[in-house]
């Protein structure tokens, strides 16, 4: 898979292209307020979604981080907009951001899936540990 994610200087994102190395491709744009399109036409089922979510990076994790800037305790639920790999499906998936520790800790739940974990991140925001997934070296 290869990936290009384009965001304005408040990390919202505007751009998203998506390849599967031997496979199929596709642009997605997004005015940075949740209205989405793809290669041009419009996707009326991702509206409200302002991130990109791609299960093979860990990167993604890092948007909703910088953008919504919390602090220690607070939570804020967001949709993404989940692209589904290999299929290349979108789908709208609501997530929660919770901050545990200010620049360093914050806990991502699925609200679709259950699906929880801990995340650790620089002070940049980038994600140095994603248990079970990823590990920084």
């Known amino acids: 898979v290869h990936y290009r994610i384009s965001c304005d200087p408040d990390?919202?994102?505007r751009e998203v292209e998506v390849g599967i190395v031997g496979g199929g491709r596709f642009r997605l744009e997004t005015d940075g307020m949740g209205?989405?399109?793809?290669?041009?036409?419009?996707?009326?089922?991702?509206?409200?979604?302002?991130?990109p979510d791609l299960t093979v990076t860990p990167f993604t994790n890092t948007l909703p981080i910088r953008r919504l800037r919390l602090k220690p305790?607070?939570?804020?639920e967001i949709a993404a907009a989940f692209i589904e790999l290999p299929e290349l499906r979108i789908v709208k998936s609501p997530?929660?951001?919770t901050c545990l520790d200010e620049d360093r800790r914050y806990l991502y739940e699925s609200l679709r899936s259950g699906f929880r974990r801990e995340i650790e991140v620089d002070r940049e925001g980038l994600v140095v540990t994603y248990p079970d997934f990823w590990q920084r070296i």
């Open 11 to 13: 990390w919202r994102a």
């Open 73 to 76: 305790g607070e939570s804020a």
């Open 35 to 51: 209205n989405w399109s793809k290669d041009g036409a419009p996707i009326p089922e991702l509206t409200g979604a302002l991130d």
């Open 95 to 97: 997530q929660r951001y």
